[in-house]
């Protein structure tokens, strides 16, 4: 039987344990698609996707198009004769490249289809407060994430979970299932079935203006979008004009004090609390714009913050 011919497409740090997973169960790997090389970190250095630092170091051939609607990139795919395309964290296919694997392309996406479907589904997921998500493979169709789903796997989103516990746990659990679905596709054992619509939500990409803290909102809705969007692109507040990005919170069993309204803060020794629609947030851990990310007692210890001022 001949070795199965697997084109993986990835970019981000999700993708990197389904490419291992693949390569260490001995498919042909004839390409790694990838994005191009950007500006990354604090220094906005030229660097290579995380898929791409785990190609080389495997001496994969990799292919970075600027274009995926370009007819070269499709004659390049389509000369290097894959007989199936597996899709991770990568950008949106054309049907023209989809299309050629004669078993079809498969994607990888971080939550229980139709449930989710978008660019963000874990941050949507913990931000709107769900207890279950977990991990989906389906084939490529034209809308995005409404193709056949193959296979999905369930994990708890755990009280102590943000973005990126769940997110590195959902990469090695989805990496699990894309090799299962490849195993099943090569056997001509998959079973597709198609999504109910009906079921469907959205988990559209996060932009700055997603990330405002409101202050007037229920503690457990505020700690939720604080830890959906922790440690990237982080939740944020502002005071005197100056942006705080807070990290990690918890609802605090203290009383604040007669009156004490919404955005007002009551700062203690080595805690800082701030006022909801209900019971107080205690902030763990935040960062100053410009600053290390730090727990709060050492943040008090160099900014200057009273009780009775205001998170904007």
């Not at 229980?112 to 709107?128: C, D, E, K, Q, S």
């Not at 009551?266 to 714009?289: C, N, S, Y």
Request: proline share 8%; glycine share 8%.
């Amino acid at each position: 039987m001949a070795i199965l011919r697997i084109m993986f497409m990835g970019t981000a740090s999700f993708a990197v344990p389904s490419l291992a997973i693949l390569a260490e169960n001995g498919y042909a790997i004839p390409a790694v698609v990838t994005g191009p090389e950007r500006p990354r970190g604090r220094g906005r250095k030229m660097s290579p996707t995380p898929v791409k630092e785990l190609a080389v170091a495997r001496g994969l051939h990799v292919l970075q198009p600027e274009k995926l609607k370009d007819q070269a990139f499709a004659g390049e795919v389509r000369s290097l004769d894959p007989d199936l395309i597996v899709v991770v964290a990568y950008r949106i296919l054309p049907p023209e490249v989809f299309s050629i694997p004669r078993l079809g392309s498969i994607n990888l996406h971080a939550s229980l289809l139709p449930r989710y479907r978008g660019a963000a589904p874990i941050n949507r997921a913990i931000m709107n407060g769900e207890v279950e998500t977990g991990v989906t493979t389906f084939f490529l169709e034209e809308s995005v994430d409404t193709g056949s789903v193959l296979l999905q796997a369930r994990t708890p989103i755990l009280p102590g979970d943000d973005a990126g516990t769940l997110h590195d746990r959902l990469a090695d659990v989805g990496a699990e299932i894309v090799l299962h679905t490849v195993r099943l596709i090569e056997q001509g054992k998959a079973v597709p079935r198609l999504q109910d619509p009906a079921l469907a939500s959205p988990a559209p990409k996060i932009f700055k203006e997603d990330c405002r803290i409101n202050w007037h909102t229920p503690s457990e809705q505020i700690r939720n979008h604080i830890r959906g969007l922790s440690p990237s692109p982080a939740a944020f507040t502002t005071h005197d004009g100056r942006v705080l990005k807070l990290f990690r919170v918890r609802i605090a069993t203290e009383s604040l004090a007669p009156g004490i309204m919404p955005g007002i803060v009551d700062v203690r020794k080595d805690a800082l609390l701030v006022g909801t629609a209900d019971d107080p947030i205690e902030i763990e851990e935040l960062q100053q714009e410009g600053k290390n990310r730090m727990a709060a007692g050492d943040f008090l210890r160099g900014y200057r913050i009273s009780p009775g001022d205001r998170f904007e």
